[in-house]
């Protein structure tokens, strides 16, 4: 729901609104900051919540407080994550027509971009060589580098987020 922000807005406040009950210690929302132009507005309208300090997903696998721009300060790549395997988004109905890979000029909305860096947050990046190579082939980005990164930037903006609500 990233590319609909009206459509992302309704659920986020459909789900806040759903688990306020089931959640009395307050709720932790891991979205970014640039997953939602409007997030932190959103989130402001409920009593205990916060939300992760992170720009995107992948800030979010780093570890969040801005780590993507540490690495990548000019954002020169596109980072895919597992999350963002072409298998995935093409059964998205928000991204599948991202992946019609038919269509005319895919190559030069990437070609601003230096290549591909893979974040590999599940230690399956061998499972995912054929997906990873259909993105490049399309995309004409290389593979610049494959970041094993597992879960502990992840556990440590929800950790940190819960820390929040407690005080």
């Excluded at 990548?72 to 999350?83: A, E, I, M, R, V």
């Excluded at 601003?112 to 893979?118: A, C, Q, R, V």
């Excluded at 556990?155 to 609500?165: N, T, W």
Aim: glycine share 6%; aromatic share 8%; hydrophobic share 35%.
């Amino acid at each position: 729901m990233h590319v609909v922000y009206a459509e992302l807005e309704k659920e986020i406040k459909a789900e806040l609104e759903k688990h306020k009950k089931c959640a009395p210690n307050g709720i932790v929302i891991v979205y970014g900051d640039m997953c939602h132009p409007r997030i932190k507005r959103v989130i402001k309208q409920h009593n205990k919540t916060v939300k992760i300090d992170a720009l995107n997903c992948i800030d979010c696998l780093l570890g969040g407080y801005k780590q993507l721009l540490r690495i990548d300060p000019k954002w020169d790549h596109f980072y895919l994550s597992s999350g963002w395997m072409s298998s995935n988004l093409k059964r998205n109905k928000y991204f599948k027509q991202i992946f019609n890979w038919k269509v005319n000029g895919i190559k030069e909305n990437f070609e601003h971009l230096k290549g591909l860096i893979i974040i590999d947050s599940l230690n399956n990046i061998d499972e995912l060589r054929s997906e990873i190579e259909e993105f490049s082939y399309h995309t004409g980005l290389e593979v610049k580098k494959v970041k094993l990164v597992g879960l502990n930037g992840l556990k440590a903006v929800i950790e940190e987020a819960s820390k929040k609500l407690e005080n």
